[in-house]
């Protein structure tokens, strides 16, 4: 038999045996108990973790430590009273309780509450407790290094993994979010490219339309350009359109409409949802 070095945290099914139960509150059997002093109150069990689960355990007495870290102490996880030497209900306290229930082991007449003091590493703290205990009941985090000095970690059910929690701020929407939210169903670059198209195709339809219906001689004079960029503009909103006398200036109509066909079933596809500018919530990270 060697002398058993063991740091447990209790697996999930044991919070299962803590609803209805009702905790008693319990004098500390070794109020006294400290870090300047070996207590040496272990038991000699071979291997407990084996003997938790089986029969090794019923109807023995345990010693336990709970371990008490005053700048972790806001969490309650163990409620102890110093001038009265009474630990009360709390959360280690009710799932220790728990365990032993399934266990059939007892606690509540061989533990002590023994608070770290400043001076002494965390690490060292817990070796002198699993040194002088069977058990030590506090939350720790399972550490490599900690593993090597025989600390062993069995049905950890706490993470405390780092979360990132930030105050989101509410961000209205610009006036001129909503003036040209119209334009939100295509981005710029194929606005752009729509800009291109049109002024090519007025340019190219100026060119083989030159002399016919929609380029008369009082048109010519006038600035032909400038009227086939008006017409072609008038096809794509609708407004107005072609009315080509040659046969480049119809295949190049065919064309020009197919697009706007394509064009704005695309963008009537996006614009119902896109019009609708809502607030938005931001949760910028500046630094960590």
Known sequence: MVPFRQWFLFG???????????????????????????????????????AAWNVGLQGRAVSVVFAVIPSQNFFEFTVYNNATSMLTSSYFP???????????FTWRNSFAVV?????LAYDDFLDWGINNYDLVVDWVSLRDYRVARNMNFLFGFMDTSMVLIVQPSVIDPQWYDVMFSFLRPFDTFVWIA???VIVITAYVYALVEKGHEDFSENVMSHGAHCHSLYLTVGL??????????????????????????????????????LLVVKSSRSAPVQSL
């Open 236 to 273: 794509f909103t609708g407004a107005g359109g072609f009315q080509p006398g040659t046969i480049g200036g119809k295949l190049l109509n065919l064309a020009f409409s197919f697009l706007i066909l394509l064009t704005l079933s695309a963008y009537t596809a996006n614009l119902a949802s």
């Open 94 to 104: 009710e799932v220790l309780d728990a365990m032993a229930g399934v266990a059939n």
């Open 115 to 119: 608070t770290k003091p400043p001076e």
């Open 194 to 196: 729509l800009f291109g």
């Open 12 to 50: 999930m099914f044991l919070t299962s045996q803590l609803a209805g139960a009702k905790f008693v509150p319990v004098r500390a059997t070794w109020p006294e108990d400290s870090t300047s002093a070996d207590t040496h109150r272990q038991h000699d069990f071979c291997d407990l973790p084996y």
